[in-house]
Nanobody
Framework: QVWLAESGGGLVQAGGSLRLSCAAS????????MSWYRQAPGKQRELVSV???????NYADSVKGRFTISRDNAKNTVYLQMNSLKPEDTAVYYC?????????WGRGTQVTVSS
C-alpha cells in the first residue's frame, strides 16, 4: 500500500504563485511516473503535468510556461511550482504516482485563485 500526502494549496490572487508538494510513503520500491491532475467544479479531472523517474516532463497546454513539475526521488516527493496563476486554475489538485503498475491517488488539495 502507498499513501500520498499533498500540501501547499490555498487562496492566492491572480498573478501569484503556489508550490504544491506530494510525499509518498508505504510499500515503495521505486516510483515510476508522478503526476498532478486537477478537477474544477462541474468539470472532468484533467492531467496538468507528469514527470518520469528519469525527469522527463509533459504539461497541459494551459499551464505550459507557468507551471513546473519536479521530483526528489530520495524523498519520494513530487512538486508543482505554479506561477502567474489565473482564476481558471482554481481546482482541487491531486497527485498520482505509479508504483509497480498500480496508480495511487492523493486526496487532493484546494487551489483557489481570486481575480
Amino acid at each position: 500500500q502507498v499513501w500520498l500526502a499533498e500540501s501547499g494549496g490555498g487562496l492566492v490572487q491572480a498573478g501569484g504563485s503556489l508550490r504544491l508538494s506530494c510525499a509518498a510513503s508505504g510499500s515503495i520500491f521505486s516510483i515510476n511516473d508522478m503526476s498532478w491532475y486537477r478537477q474544477a467544479p462541474g468539470k472532468q479531472r484533467e492531467l496538468v503535468s507528469v514527470i518520469t523517474r528519469d525527469g522527463n516532463t509533459n504539461y497541459a497546454d494551459s499551464v505550459k510556461g507557468r507551471f513546473t513539475i519536479s521530483r526528489d526521488n530520495a524523498k519520494n516527493t513530487v512538486y508543482l511550482q505554479m506561477n502567474s496563476l489565473k482564476p481558471e486554475d482554481t481546482a482541487v489538485y491531486y497527485c498520482k504516482v505509479l508504483v509497480r503498475a498500480v496508480n495511487y491517488w492523493g486526496r487532493g488539495t484546494q487551489v483557489t485563485v481570486s481575480s
